[in-house]
């Protein structure tokens, strides 16, 4: 059996009961943090669940496949994911992997940036494509993609969460300011359509901590501001007047 726990949004106390119970009762326990921001200690997750838990990069996961599956035919295998388990594909794909195979699969839910957003007032249904920005040296050129996702958004009226990229080996995580100036050069690149230093936007920073900081106002003034990590952007689309109301109260002093 596989078992895809969520670990939510931000550290251990975010694991629900019925989460901690999968762990305590499985055979192996993996856990994937390489690709996610996630503020918890595993070690207090070990002793919590009274568990060893082996911690793996995603590339292992995609290569070890094979004997994730293998070993699921007669073991009950945890894996653990920052956030909510099937926001990412590669996971996914473990659990199509395993129904194709007859073993049994179970998902436990967990909080995710893509549902703490509602936090800001904006509606959950007036979102669009999720967009991941990426650090620069690790891509080619300027992603397009980036942009042609934005301007889709922009033109159904639909609001964009935009994700920033870390390297989780080196502990680097994107800031606010970096971001801003990768979508600005994504911007001048191919077309100017999606945003320009004059518009407001949101910024989303620690969901789910003791210390979430929202804010709303112009790329300039934002780009300019220290906002700590992990963040993501909002890139908005027309407002319902409720909308406009609520996220007034995160204006930019």
């Not at 620069?136 to 397009?144: A, D, H, T």
């Not at 518009?199 to 789910?208: D, F, N």
């Amino acid at each position: 059996m596989i078992v895809l726990v969520g670990l939510g949004l931000y550290d251990e106390r975010d694991v629900s009961l019925k989460g901690l119970e999968e762990i305590k009762s499985s055979d192996k326990v993996y856990c994937e943090l390489y690709t996610s921001f996630w503020n918890g200690s595993l070690e207090n997750l070990e002793k919590l669940a009274n568990k060893k838990i082996i911690l793996v990069k995603r590339k292992d996961l995609e290569d070890s496949l094979e004997k994730i599956v293998e070993e699921a035919k007669d073991k009950k295998i945890s894996i653990l994911v920052p956030g909510d388990p099937l926001v990412a594909t590669t996971h996914s794909s473990i659990i199509q992997e395993a129904r194709k195979r007859k073993i049994k699969t179970k998902i436990i839910h967990s909080s995710s940036i893509v549902s703490a957003i509602a936090e800001t007032g904006l509606h959950i249904y007036k979102f669009g494509k999720v967009v991941s920005i990426p650090f620069l040296e690790k891509v080619s050129e300027l992603p397009k993609s980036v942009y042609d996702s934005i301007l889709s958004n922009k033109k159904n009226n639909l609001h964009t969460l935009c994700l920033l990229d870390i390297d989780f080996e080196n502990r680097r995580y994107m800031s606010v300011k970096e971001a801003l100036e990768i979508l600005l050069k994504i911007n001048e690149k191919y077309g100017g359509e999606i945003l320009n230093e004059e518009e407001k936007i949101l910024v989303v920073c620690r969901l789910g901590s003791e210390n979430p900081k929202i804010v709303y106002g112009k790329i300039k003034n934002l780009i300019k501001k220290e906002f700590g990590y992990p963040c993501s952007l909002i890139l908005l689309s027309p407002l319902h007047f409720s909308e406009k109301e609520f996220i007034e109260l995160f204006a930019e002093e």
